[in-house]
């Protein structure tokens, strides 16, 4: 666990450079990069590619805000400056997901490029932002997951936010005190990994010439959503969400049928490919 990257002196004030918003900003340069580079490879004009790009990840910031006021709305009420607060707390991944992919097929297009292979070349710019991403909140200790005596569990250290929580529920008792932590499934990992097999996999899809245009972004999107949807049980719960425990599982469910369907549509026999 190491929250604070660097820090250093600049013009006699101190920088703190922390792990999540550092990291969180690298995540998407590189994926802008990533996008636009796989996106020229492909026979796109670059610059317009970019400027898809670039709009839709600042339409998923945007998006990424309303859906957290909307499911953690109890953390806004008090004050209502968080919600255009400049740190890097209080975005939904998902919220973020779905604005900017929406924004991406309007921006798209609005400027006569094609949807569905800009939707593909962006599969590895997508891995590329998360792992980043979740390796900032494995930095940083957040979204971790519940105890497990699994061999492959980590133990964060005391003054984390998983010490903080087993305390708080009682799990670890009086031992907390003294510094004592259970394991906890690593979330973030599994993430990240997820990220990088299904990436891989989509890539694959795209070299399939009998598969339509879009296919790979959708089977990334959907075997993504259906692992959140495993890994939100082995997640902890934020104490901010106040949207009922149900929701996110339906809300996965459902996402993940609805891309299901679209996909299968797109691949129709005598579609036009």
């Known amino acids: 666990m190491r929250p604070v990257l660097l820090r250093f002196q600049l013009g006699g004030t101190e920088v703190v450079l922390g792990s999540y918003s550092t990291l969180c900003v690298l995540a998407g340069m590189a ?7 796989v996106a020229a490879r492909r026979g796109l004009p670059w610059r317009r590619a970019l400027a898809v790009y670039g709009l839709a990840l600042a339409a998923g910031i945007v998006g990424a805000r309303v859906f957290d006021l909307a499911i953690a709305g109890a ?19 998902y919220g973020g997901f779905l604005t900017a992919s929406l924004g991406g097929i309007a921006f798209a297009r609005a400027m006569h490029m094609p949807t569905w292979r800009l939707a593909d070349s962006a599969v590895p710019a997508l891995a590329l932002g998360l792992v980043l991403m979740r390796t900032g909140c494995f930095l940083r200790g957040c979204c971790f997951g519940v105890p497990t005596d699994l061999p492959w569990g980590v133990t964060f250290p005391p003054g984390s936010q998983a010490w903080t929580h087993q ?32 990436a891989a996999f989509a890539i694959w899809v795209m070299q399939r010439r009998r598969l339509a245009e879009g296919t790979a972004f959708l089977t990334f999107a959907f075997g993504f959503t259906l692992f959140s949807f495993g890994n939100g049980f082995l997640r902890v719960r934020q104490s901010g969400i106040t949207a009922p425990e149900w929701f996110y599982p339906m809300f996965y ?12 549509r797109l691949n129709q026999p005598g579609r036009n490919r």
Not at 167 to 185: K, N, S
């Open 31 to 37: 994926a802008l990069a990533c996008g636009t580079l």
């Open 253 to 264: 469910l459902a996402l993940a049928l609805l891309i299901l369907s679209l996909a299968l």
């Open 75 to 93: 953390l806004y009420a008090g004050d209502f400056s968080r919600i255009w607060s400049p740190t890097f707390q209080g975005f939904s991944l």
């Open 167 to 198: 305390f708080v529920t009682g799990r670890t008792g009086i031992l907390a005190a003294f510094g004592h932590v259970d394991p906890v499934h690593p979330t973030q990992l599994y993430e990240m990994a997820a990220a990088v097999i299904l």
